[in-house]
């Protein structure tokens, strides 16, 4: 079985500039799940799909980033503009059960992202 | 609100020795599932062991295992027989049943030595 598909795997990109990601989720997975890494700290939820609707975006800085899931399957995460403190590292995820299902959904992670912005 | 708590920023075990990270955790939800991920330097989030709060035995995933105590609110993870190839960050994490946010602690880091 195929696990999370991110691209690409490196970005550099100077403060104001647009950037975008890409997550392809495990086949058949309903939810997926955009966090936000900063060295040295653990994941941060930004924004959490359920098929193509919105779950969670009570943290995605919505001035700047934004995020859809138009066909319930791959997703795409903009940033724009960019500033010094977006680097990071931006992991997707998915999972099997959806959000009803409660505390025991997995969540399989893709490699990541890694965002430098100059 | 729940919390994820990892009070041990590094640790280092010998190789071919046991190691326990440790994890405590708070929450109101009586029904909540705990997770912990390896984070090697490549960067991917690698899952190894999930507890379920309702759940009477303790998780194991071949050298994984859980070490809960409900009543302490501590999930701790023993890495049994380290490997080299163990040397990376773990995360613990937890989400309540009530479909809160997937919350992690800030991390430890383990480095085994030869």
């Known amino acids: 079985e195929a696990g999370v598909a991110q691209s690409p795997r490196y970005k550099i990109i100077e403060k104001r500039q647009s950037v975008a990601f890409w997550c392809n989720p495990i086949s058949g997975h309903a939810t997926l799940y955009w966090y936000q890494q900063i060295l040295g700290q653990g994941p941060k939820l930004l924004i959490q799909f359920q098929n193509n609707g919105v779950v969670d975006d009570s943290q995605l800085p919505k001035d700047r980033f934004s995020a859809e899931r138009l066909k319930g399957v791959d997703s795409t995460l903009k940033i724009q503009p960019a500033k010094l403190e977006d680097s990071a590292v931006y992991l997707c995820a998915s999972s099997l059960v959806s959000i009803a299902g409660g505390s025991t959904d997995t969540q399989y992670f893709g490699p990541g992202t890694r965002l430098t912005v100059l | 609100a729940q919390k994820i708590t990892q009070t041990q920023p590094g640790m280092f075990v010998q190789e071919k020795e046991a190691v326990t990270l440790d994890c405590t955790y708070d929450t109101s939800d009586p029904s909540y599932g705990l997770f912990w991920y390896k984070q090697p330097s490549s960067g991917e989030m690698i899952f190894l062991i999930y507890?379920?709060?309702?759940?009477?035995q303790n998780a194991t995933e071949g050298r994984y295992s859980l070490n809960f105590q409900k009543a302490r609110k501590s999930a701790n993870l023993v890495i049994s027989a380290s490997q080299l190839g163990d040397s990376a960050m773990y995360f613990c994490a937890m989400r309540a049943a009530r479909g809160q946010n997937f919350v992690f602690g800030p991390g430890t880091r383990l480095s085994v030595l030869p």
């Open positions: 507890q379920g709060s309702y759940d009477q």
